[in-house]
């Protein structure tokens, strides 16, 4: 099967945004005053992080292609 190149990349893009969806919920209970709330922020943080370098390379790719 074909993969269609644009809804590869989309998944990336769409998952940053999802994530960074967690992020602002998880801030929000964090701030008012749930720890655990911190932890699961600091977790979409680190995957956003992961993510946004994916997502440079595949748009560099793109680019170059």
């Avoid at 992020?23 to 709330?37: D, Q, V």
């Amino acid at each position: 099967t074909r993969i269609d190149v644009k809804d590869f990349f989309m998944n990336t893009h769409d998952s940053i945004v999802n994530l960074f969806e967690t992020y602002t919920f998880e801030s929000e209970k964090f701030a008012s005053g749930n720890k655990s709330a911190g932890t699961r922020a600091r977790k979409a943080l680190a995957e956003i992080s992961k993510l946004c370098k994916e997502r440079r390379a595949e748009i560099q790719n793109l680019k170059n292609g």
